[in-house]
């Protein structure tokens, strides 16, 4: 794999041929994806609005719409298959094998609590840990999510924060009880590019500390060769091309991932500039 | 470009909100100018100050320092019926981010599209409807889409159906504040073609973004907005190559490309640090 590549050989999600259907219009929106993701590991999943990288998503964390089942093919989260899994098995296993962040942080908070609160709370309920032990795991998560006041944060409400500052308190929860995989879809999308770095310097910073797997789904090509090992293009529910993130977005074999890459180098940064020439320091 | 000359002129301006002990200073000696057949770029973070700037440009918000300019017009002075002439005349149009809640949903699009002509009046119904399929038209708006409501068309249709109601009037000023972030990459192109083909020699456009792709990907000169005041502004294609303010600096860095970033991680920490010190 890639330079990036010191994981090692545990998978800790694996998804083979998983079809998602639309129960009352039969539709099959994602028609057999396969992949796996090893401790350690990024992968990407890059593809245009209703290419089904979402609904693939949701389908492993369990949370598809109501209608829109899983019709075929299986996930397995640490060797145990989801479908197998009892409404106490899915309890227990997000937030601590599983978590996800999602585009627009200030939709998942709730508005008229403290936001230290709705952390410590789900340190309180999950970890068994009491109020005091709580409100210190709350802070040390949010110093390590860069925070830069940890104790006015923990008593402020969703309404006082930046959408930078909110997603870095989502990642905070998301990463409470130390999960193995992290879904983090379009999660820096709507931030400011200078916050966006951070946030992505957080994630490599906790892939390369705590061997934290990564599923990341963007439409920015550059943040996926940023931080991703792996790629898979998805295109109309299918997967058209799947391999090292240097190979595809570099020598892209699918006309469709050529299409994205030409897409992108039209109005991105790259038309202009290649990284060598750049004198910013 | 002479001021004489410039289609909107930005002087120095202030603006706060608030009064006394709860002012707060929002945009501070800001100055740019935008003319004919220019396209600017106005880029900064979230907080900056740049939806601020393109507000005060309408008269939505006060100034209350320095001059604005529009065609010669210093609209800072204006009263409230010369607002509403000035804005009954349609000299600057504004796009916003998120076309779907700028478009009545309960409008069939070519209404919608329609609607400054009627307000404006003295046209007849077929004039109306040859006016609005030629600036459909101008957009790449497929003629059967005009029959169909916003929550019927994809995000870069509704934007593109949200430029043909801006151009309409024949605005000497466009505001696009933010106009492709909301929109994946597919429609994101298709927006900015129909964006640089609309480039014409009477019109100029100032488009607001923290993308700073899309702001290289499009514009001449790009103005850099940082906590309120225009640290940086120039030729785009000098100050992406050779950006001089640390926040530009941090800026360019911190954008990814397909190679990589410009910056590592220590760098760009570094450029932070250096950030706060300045901390203007």
Redesign the interface.
């Known amino acids: 794999m890639s330079e990036h590549g010191h994981h090692s050989t545990v998978i800790v999600l694996d998804v083979q041929g998983v079809r998602i259907r639309n129960e009352v219009s039969n539709a099959e929106l994602v028609k057999g994806v396969s992949f796996s993701v090893h401790r350690g590991q990024t992968l990407g999943i890059v593809g245009?609005?209703g290419s089904g990288k979402t609904l693939t998503c949701r389908a492993i964390l369990g949370i598809l719409p109501n209608l829109i089942q899983v019709a075929d093919g299986t996930v397995d989260l640490l060797g145990r298959r989801t479908a197998d899994f009892t409404k106490q098995d899915w309890i227990d296993v997000r937030g601590n094998v599983i978590s996800a962040v999602f585009q627009d942080p200030g939709s998942y908070q709730n508005p008229s609590i403290r936001l230290g609160k709705q952390v410590s709370e789900v340190l309180r309920v999950k970890k068994g840990l009491s109020r005091k032990e709580a409100k210190l795991e709350t802070l040390r998560l949010f110093a390590a999510v860069h925070l830069r006041d940890p104790d006015l944060v923990y008593e402020q409400y969703v309404h006082e924060l930046?959408?930078?500052m909110l997603q870095r308190v989502l990642i905070a929860t998301a990463i409470a009880l130390g999960p193995d995989i992290l879904i983090a879809d379009e999660a820096t999308t709507?931030l400011?590019?200078?916050?966006?770095?951070?946030i992505?310097?957080l994630l490599?910073e906790l892939k390369e500390r705590d061997g934290l797997s990564l599923l990341l789904v963007s439409?920015?090509?550059?943040?996926i060769?940023?931080l991703c090992d792996e790629v898979l293009v998805m295109k109309s529910g299918e997967v058209v091309e799947h391999g090292p993130a240097r190979e595809v977005?570099?020598s892209p074999q699918h006309e469709y991932t050529r299409l994205?890459?030409s897409?992108?180098?039209?109005?991105?940064?790259?038309?202009?500039?290649?990284?060598e020439?750049?004198?910013?320091? | 470009m002479s001021e004489a000359h410039a289609l909107l002129d930005v002087e120095n301006i202030d603006v706060h909100y608030g009064r006394r002990r709860s002012k707060k200073e929002i945009i501070r000696s800001a100055g740019f100018q935008v003319g004919a057949g220019e396209i600017v770029g106005l880029i900064g973070?979230?907080?900056s100050g740049k939806s601020t700037i393109a507000r005060a440009v309408l008269g939505l918000v006060g100034v209350h320092h320095g001059h604005i300019r529009v065609s010669g017009q210093d609209v800072t002075t204006f009263s409230g019926s010369q607002w509403r002439d000035f804005r009954r005349r349609g000299v600057v149009q504004y796009v916003f981010q998120d076309p779907l809640r700028s478009l009545d949903g309960d409008l069939l699009i070519f209404d919608s599209i329609a609607e400054p002509l009627r307000i404006r009046g003295g046209a007849s119904r077929s004039a109306v409807a040859e006016t609005v399929r030629t600036y459909a038209e101008k957009v790449n708006l497929d003629e059967p889409l005009l029959q169909r409501y916003p929550g019927e068309l994809s995000?870069g249709q509704r934007q593109r159906a949200a430029m043909a109601r801006a151009l309409i009037t024949q605005p000497r000023l466009i505001i696009l504040d933010e106009p492709v972030?909301a929109l994946?990459?597919?429609s994101?192109?298709q927006v900015?073609d129909s964006l640089l083909a609309l480039r014409s020699d009477d019109v100029g456009l100032l488009y607001i973004s923290?993308?700073?792709?899309?702001v290289?990907?499009?514009t001449d000169r790009t103005v850099v907005l940082y906590q309120g005041s225009v640290v940086e502004s120039g030729l785009?294609?000098a100050l992406?190559?050779?950006?001089q303010h640390p926040y530009t600096?941090?800026?360019?860095?911190?954008?990814?490309?397909?190679?990589?970033?410009?910056?590592d991680?220590g760098?760009?920490s570094a450029l932070?640090a250096e950030l706060e010190l300045l901390g203007v």
Do not use: C, F, K, W
């Open positions: 245009e609005s930046s959408g930078g709507a400011d590019v200078t916050v966006q770095a951070e992505l310097d490599m439409h920015d090509l550059a943040v060769a940023q977005l570099h994205l890459i897409e992108h180098e039209r109005y991105g940064l790259d038309r202009y500039i290649q990284v020439e750049v004198d910013v320091v | 973070e979230s907080g995000g972030s994946d990459a597919a994101r192109v900015l923290h993308d700073l792709g899309s290289a990907g499009i785009t294609s992406v190559r050779n950006p600096r941090l800026l360019v860095g911190s954008a990814p490309t397909l190679s990589g970033t410009p910056l991680r760098q760009r932070r």
